[in-house]
């Protein structure tokens, strides 16, 4: 029975402090510094910002590259 | 030698993941068709209780021949393991950790080569910790269906399948870490941390929560509230991370916009990962606990709302003036409605942590509804989100057909949507009957739940339409019969486009 709080106790604690450790390290690691370039860190020459990567298959691709509106207004369905 | 370019390095990059991640999502698709079948027959045995364990209808021309009425008794020990507590046990074990954690799984290794920018390290141990995992949910539905289950929620799988799946688990948890090491990118995007929470928060709880309940079991009724802390995190620090992660992903790389607000999303990750786990007891309200135990439960997921909001306020915004892709992308399709659910599922989560409301819900098909809502409206249909985005990335093929995959969309979309509207409707109208001491049990609350039963198991039908189009589908990508035209660069439009 003692084994089994002491794992619940430890584990209760150290869940916490694994997160709060976690979050020290990021706060440090000057991952909270630059957000612009983290949210565009996902991009890069080949699939640029601007660029959608996803579309239905037969559906024609061009009519989607670009501008959001372009999208919007839409080719015709396949 | 580094590719090129960066378009030949990303290529290269989820080519070095193919074998373990189709062998996940395959298995997932497995698990789901069983699991789903689970569902259909637990659900018809909720308002037709005799549905496959029904004795065989006497001989009539026996008995008039002065037989016995009772030629053909049927025995609970031939058919037991079709009763509806083997079966619904079956089928929550067969979905949540057959399909949704394999799915994850999946997700998750595509995501974390992808976000640290290295080919897949390891690939063995991925793809044995697969064969592992499978091994372990086949012997634990197999131990279920003998009548071996632990009888305790969410931890139903006997020891001896529980060690299995942890081991495999340990093995993705230890691969994660060496991938996250060797990481070639110098930030770590919202999503990494997501997932790579997820791999590291998911053992140590089916670890702690196994030792305390099944290998070494603490008394009474701390064993209830190990249970929920559980129940409950495996939802909120297990699939709600990779789903969300997935999201955080997903909708800014189909769309070809960055995160609206970076900063948003950074307060997201870090107030779930402090607070959630304390959320669990609100399982128990009413229960056999101290009541500042319930309390601070109570508190916690009430406190949810925040991390809820802030993620709901970042994709809608993100989303803002691209909604018309939606009818283009069939993974922006599937991940909105998912990060769309999310939001909705968690505040009706909140909002049913409160003593007022749980006192009607609790006990009733609204917290089944509920369940639905979180696992399938928001989890499940972000993983077909992904796969719809990864597969083809992996097959180096498209999507055969653009029909296929508006029917599994449509056939799930409603299906969830009927299901959580009967759950919910029906649940309630039961919670308000069951607190009122004039209802007859039997006479008038049981007959009142049947049609939403029945309506129940209609929804579930046309699920069960979705999952065998969408694994028919996916068999046919693994098959290598996905459309090729298009030019080398399938998933490229532009590129597809430019080159001859």
């Known amino acids: ?78 | 030698m580094p590719p090129p370019t960066d378009a030949a390095e990303r290529a290269y990059i989820d080519r070095s993941c193919r074998a373990p991640v189709l062998f996940f999502f395959g298995s997932a698709l497995f698990w789901l068709l069983v699991g789903t079948f689970f569902a259909l027959v637990t659900s018809i045995k909720l308002h037709d209780p005799e549905f496959m364990t029904r004795a065989p209808l006497p001989d009539v021309a026996k008995f008039q021949a002065g037989g016995s009425l009772n030629a053909n008794p049927i025995s609970m020990q031939d058919v037991g393991f079709l009763t509806f507590g083997r079966f619904r046990a079956s089928h929550l074990n067969a979905v949540a950790y057959g399909w949704a954690s394999s799915a994850a799984i999946g997700v998750g290794v595509w995501l974390m080569a992808r976000l640290c920018r290295v080919p897949l390290r390891r690939p063995a141990l991925v793809t044995t910790a697969g064969v592992l995992w499978n091994i372990g949910i086949a012997v634990g539905i197999a131990g279920i269906l003998a009548g071996q289950s632990t009888s305790v929620e969410w931890l139903e799988f006997p020891p001896y399948a529980a060690l299995i799946i942890g081991i495999a688990y340990a093995m993705i948890a230890v691969w994660a870490v060496d991938m996250f090491a060797s990481r070639q990118c110098d930030h770590v995007y919202v999503t990494l941390w997501y997932v790579l929470a997820a791999f590291f928060w998911f053992p140590w709880l089916y670890a702690t929560a196994n030792i305390l309940i099944l290998l070494k079991p603490v008394q009474g009724s701390v064993q209830a509230i190990v249970n929920w802390w559980f129940g409950h995190n495996v939802l909120g620090l297990w699939f709600t991370p990779i789903g969300i992660g997935a999201a955080y992903y997903m909708i800014p790389k189909v769309i070809g916009r960055p995160i609206h607000s970076y900063y948003l999303s950074a307060i997201g990750f870090w107030s779930l990962a402090l607070f959630y786990s304390w959320n669990g007891g609100h399982h128990l309200i009413g229960g056999p606990l101290p009541a500042w135990v319930i309390t601070a439960s109570i508190v916690a997921s009430v406190m949810m709302v925040i991390p809820v909001v802030v993620t709901a306020v970042n994709h809608h915004m993100t989303m803002r003036g691209h909604f018309g892709m939606l009818r283009y992308s069939p993974t922006l399709r599937f991940i909105v409605f998912g990060a769309m659910s999310y939001t909705l599922v968690s505040l009706q989560g909140s909002s049913m942590a409160i003593r007022s409301l749980n006192k009607i819900s609790h006990f009733t098909h609204y917290t089944i509804g509920h369940a639905h809502f979180g696992l399938y409206a928001f989890f499940t249909m972000v993983m077909f989100g992904c796969m719809y985005y990864i597969v083809p990335r992996l097959c180096g093929c498209e999507w055969r057909s653009a029909y296929l995959i508006r029917l599994h969309f449509w056939a799930a979309a409603y299906g969830i949507f009927f299901m959580i509207i009967a759950l919910t409707v029906g649940g309630l109208v039961q919670g308000l009957m069951l607190a009122d001491p004039a209802k007859d049990f039997v006479g008038e609350i049981v007959p009142m739940t049947r049609p939403y039963l029945v309506g129940r198991s209609l929804s579930g039908v046309l699920l069960s339409i979705g999952h065998v189009v969408f694994a028919y589908h996916f068999i046919l990508m693994v098959l290598q019969l996905g459309r090729r035209e298009g030019g080398p660069v399938y998933f490229n439009p532009v590129e597809a486009e430019v080159r001859p």
């Open chain 1, 1 to 78: 029975m003692t084994t089994a709080y002491l794992i619940l106790g430890f584990s209760l604690v150290a869940f916490g402090a694994m997160a709060v450790t976690a979050l020290v390290w990021a706060a440090r690691a000057g991952q909270f510094e630059n957000f612009k370039a983290g949210s565009e860190s996902i991009f890069d020459s080949g699939e640029p910002i601007g660029e959608p990567t996803d579309v239905f298959p037969g559906m024609k691709r061009s009519l989607l590259a670009g501008s959001p509106t372009r999208a919007m207004k839409g080719p015709p369905r396949p």
